[in-house]
């Protein structure tokens, strides 16, 4: 079985080819695709630069002159069966297509496949994802121009998070926010899904037995409390906004200092949405950069605004850990993933420092980066700590292929 995975989003699309053949289990980590691609249109108008590589190697990147996202996935998909990215012979051996699509609303606690009433749905709630559920609706009717009747599959952002409690759920506002659909959402939840399973793979435990804290450190950063394989609380809340310190996403402010902004200084909307997802975080707080390595590298040559950046990234990420375990009355494991999550043993060594009391210990042999997935406490450590290569497509293509499955009496 050949399953394709979409990721489309305003400025880029990036998918992966994974081919289940020899591959029934689904166990243990995730497997190599055998061909990944990619579209950005980040850099000129009317030109998309097109990437691809296969697992043997073979690699080609070009820059087309195109405005029409069908156009360029056209071109994206012709490098698997067409040059020296080829992996299959023609489109027809892609048996089913992933979607990675931000917001479901109340609708999903799952991955569901794709119909007319499906898109529906993922139209009319453009208004709570307006840079990502429109790209995602068009990345979905593309591939049904491309590939025709194939099987396609929609796993939500947000889905994971369904199962949260109405009083981590709901905002203490009017009673009314609620019955309009303002309420925490939450995000990430396919990466938070993934690695919550990982771990107990990992620790050779039941994931019904583990409580775990979930720690997504990338650009934009959330954290998720996982009891019995359920998350029962989250940072990020109605948008992506909300909650940790990110990249250059401020995370959670005092609300009056909007209103003051807006009366003070005239702020309007837009320019309050553009000043705290684009410029806030540790690129607003620096004035450095959105990446940690850059700020790191500031505080190297003396930066004392890098310095708070990184104090008060930290000092943010420890408080929501302790909200989390508040939560979950107790954790067993501690997991980091993604950019900053998996490679930054600054970030292992300085977050963990507060858990102390808690007879957490790391092992000073394993604080380096690894490509392999990794337990980082001490033996004797009280709580687990892992650190786990986040594997969102490998996620998006388990649940196609299981909801792909012949029914029984079928």
């Known amino acids: 079985m050949k399953i394709l995975v979409l990721n489309a989003g305003s400025s880029s699309h990036k998918s992966s080819l994974f081919d289940l ?95 007319e009433a499906v898109k529906t ?30 099987p396609q599959i929609a796993a939500f952002d947000t889905a994971f998070h369904a199962s949260l409690p109405a009083a981590a759920a709901t905002y203490p506002g009017p009673y009314e926010w609620w019955e309009k659909g303002i309420r925490r959402y939450g995000f990430h939840g396919i990466s ?27 650009n934009g950063c959330s954290l998720a409390a996982i009891k019995e394989g359920q998350s029962i609380d989250t ?5 992506p906004l909300d909650g940790l310190m990110m990249g ?26 553009h000043l705290l997802n684009k410029e ?21 040559s003396q930066n004392p605004r890098a310095q708070l950046a990184l104090d008060l990234f930290i000092h943010r990420l420890r408080r929501e850990i302790g909200a989390m375990l508040a939560s979950l009355g107790g954790v067993d494991a501690l997991v980091f993933t993604a950019g900053m999550g998996e490679n930054s043993p600054l970030v292992w060594e300085k977050a ?3 858990f102390q009391f808690l007879g957490l210990r790391l092992d000073p042999a394993k604080l380096e980066r690894s490509p392999d997935d990794q337990d980082i406490a001490a ?31 079928q």
């Open 280 to 300: 806030s975080g540790l690129l607003g707080v620096s004035g450095v950069s959105n990446d940690l390595r850059g700020v790191v590298d500031a505080i190297a």
């Open 192 to 218: 938070h899904k993934y690695v919550a399973r990982r771990a107990a793979e990992l620790l050779n435990r039941d994931l019904a037995e583990l409580k775990l804290i979930t720690c997504h450190l990338g």
């Open 235 to 239: 940072t990020m809340g109605f948008t």
């Open 21 to 115: 053949t020899s591959r029934t289990d689904g166990a243990g980590s995730a497997p190599t695709p055998i061909w990944r691609g990619q579209l950005d249109w980040s850099h000129q108008a009317g030109q998309v630069e097109l990437s691809a590589h296969t697992a043997a190697g073979e690699s080609i990147q070009e820059v087309i002159t195109t405005d029409s996202r069908q156009e360029g996935l056209e071109c994206l998909l012709k490098t698997l069966h067409q040059g020296s990215t080829q992996v299959i012979g023609s489109l027809s051996e892609i048996d089913a297509v992933g979607h990675r699509v931000v917001h479901g609303g109340q609708n999903y606690s799952d991955s569901v496949r794709l119909t």
């Open 379 to 409: 033996a004797d450590s009280a709580v687990r700590v892992l650190v786990i290569h986040t594997q969102e497509e490998w996620a998006i293509a388990q649940d196609c292929a299981a909801l792909c499955q012949p029914q029984s009496g």
């Open 352 to 354: 963990c420092a507060a």
């Open 248 to 273: 250059s996403r401020s995370g959670s402010v005092d609300p009056g200092i909007l209103i003051h902004l807006m009366r003070s200084e005239d702020y309007s909307a837009d320019q309050l949405d």
């Open 121 to 150: 749905t993922i139209h009319d709630l453009i208004p709570l994802a307006p840079s990502h559920n429109p790209a995602n609706l068009e990345g979905i009717e593309v591939l049904e121009q491309l590939l025709g009747d194939v």
